[in-house]
């Protein structure tokens, strides 16, 4: 399957809350699923797990995820839809900012719209442990995807914090600590633990 994914509101749904239930093992093939990786980047990913294309058909099925329509899932599709300097350009630029993390609403001392303090906490760690660190952070989110509690949250900071350093240095960690610290304490005093590299957590 050569066709790009990516979830629905259902999807992200699951996700955040566990409302549906899927088993442990498609859960993780639906955290994968971002809408840039094709069907069968990820299925070498997860069948070491068991999963096939029936997982994805599934999925799909029971809409937890849709076909992505971007221009880098018509070029990984093999489209000609897309001229071939466009799409290369589509791609320079989603991998150029891939080395910055999403940005949070412009207050950030509130929470996104419509979302829970746990629910804008999940989707910082996932958004930013694929934009900084990328495959060598599936641990990771497999570790904020079995998270049950803001306390959950709490404890992954301190390994957060390093592999993100590790691989975009000091800078980048500190400026996601201070966006982290928001959410994890929605205003209250952040303690003053031990440091990281020169990293007060």
């Known amino acids: 399957m050569t066709k790009v994914f990516d979830k629905t509101e259902k999807g992200r749904e699951e996700i955040a809350t566990r409302k549906y239930h899927l088993s442990p093992r498609v859960r993780s093939l639906l955290v994968m699923i971002d809408g840039k990786q094709n069907a069968d980047e990820l299925l070498k990913k997860v069948a070491g797990i068991g999963l096939t294309e029936q997982a994805i058909s599934d999925l799909l ?64 760690y996932n958004e930013t442990i694929k934009s900084t660190i990328g495959l060598r952070g599936y641990a990771l989110q497999l570790k904020v995807e079995k998270a049950a509690s803001i306390e959950d949250f709490r404890l992954l900071k301190k390994p957060y914090l390093e592999a993100v350093e590790k691989a975009k240095g000091q800078e980048m960690a500190r400026s996601l600590r201070d966006r982290l610290d928001k959410l994890l304490y929605l205003g209250e005093p952040v303690p003053e633990t031990t440091t990281i590299a020169g990293l007060p957590t």
């Not at 320079?92 to 303090?117: C, D, F, M, R, Y």
């Open 61 to 124: 099925q029971d809409g937890f995820i849709k076909e992505a329509t971007t221009a880098v899932a018509t070029v990984a599709a093999g489209s000609n839809a897309v001229p071939l300097q466009a799409a290369t350009s589509a791609v320079a630029q989603i991998e150029s900012s891939a080395n910055v993390p999403a940005p949070l609403p412009a207050s950030e001392s509130l929470l996104p719209e419509g979302q829970t303090q746990f629910e804008a906490i999940y989707r910082f």
